[in-house]
T-cell receptor, first 110, second 111 residues
Framework: GIQVEQSPPDLILQEGANSTLRCNFS?????LQWFHQNPWGQLINLFY???GTKQNGRLSATTVATERYSLLYISSSQTTDSGVYFC????????????FGQGTILTVHP | DARVTQTPRHKVTEMGQEVTMRCQPI?????VFWYRQTMMQGLELLAY????????DSGMPKDRFSAEMPDATLATLKIQPSEPRDSAVYFC?????????FGPGTRLTVL
């Protein structure tokens, strides 16, 4: 099946700093989503982005499908950004099954 | 504010007991997924329904797990008998096209 690798595994920032999270995948995808799992365990949809670039406030994401990677940018980080960020993809033959990466644990200190 | 709902949010039970988890997908969504999250395995798909028909349950231990959609507003995941290794957070997700939206999860502890 398709493999999803996220980096870095852990990231510690001071409030106000910027960061870039990376997601590499091993095959073509029909779907790519970024999620934030908050400290209460809820999975929050950040972006649905199988290709191209999107922005939502301080967050933006870019997926280069031909090179099999996606980037999530967080600018001016806040303590509420802390949590785990997951990239998940649906491979070309996986008809809806999301395969998740292992996540990036982000800690933002005040 | 449309969202996926799940009940119960927390469940503690003893080994051997039956556990039933329920999910109400977002109204109008035609796909429903059950995922399980553990520290060791991360998030993994258990079962997948489209228009209430099961399409894939290959991720589910067949001898003890069962998933159904009795109607378009209800999906159930049942474990019988439960075992300590089933302790995890179980998420339901629904979607209309490609994007999936997750419920808050059921945290199951089997003693």
């Amino acid at each position: 099946g398709i493999q999803v690798e996220q980096s870095p595994p852990d990231l510690i920032l001071q409030e106000g700093a910027n960061s870039t999270l990376r997601c590499n995948f091993s095959d073509s995808v029909n779907n790519l989503q970024w999620f934030h799992q908050n400290p209460w365990g809820q999975l929050i949809n950040l972006f649905y982005i199988p290709s191209g670039t999107k922005q939502n406030g301080r967050l933006s994401a870019t997926t280069v499908a031909t090179e099999r990677y996606s980037l999530l940018y967080i600018s001016s980080s806040q303590t509420t950004d802390s949590g785990v960020y997951f990239c998940a993809v649906v491979g070309g033959t996986s008809y809806g099954k999301l395969t998740f990466g292992q996540g990036t644990i982000l800690t933002v200190h005040p | 504010d449309a969202r996926v709902t799940q009940t119960p949010r927390h469940k503690v039970t003893e080994m051997g007991q039956e556990v039933t988890m329920r999910c109400q997908p977002i109204l109008g969504h035609n796909t429903v997924f059950w995922y399980r999250q553990t520290m060791m395995q991360g998030l993994e798909l258990l079962a997948y329904f489209r228009n209430r028909a099961p399409l894939d349950d290959s991720g589910m231990p067949k001898d003890r797990f069962s998933a159904e959609m009795p109607d378009a507003t209800l999906a159930t995941l049942k474990i019988q008998p439960s075992e300590p290794r089933d302790s995890a957070v179980y998420f339901c997700a629904s979607g209309l096209r490609e994007e999936q939206f997750f419920g808050p999860g059921t945290r199951l502890t089997v003693l």
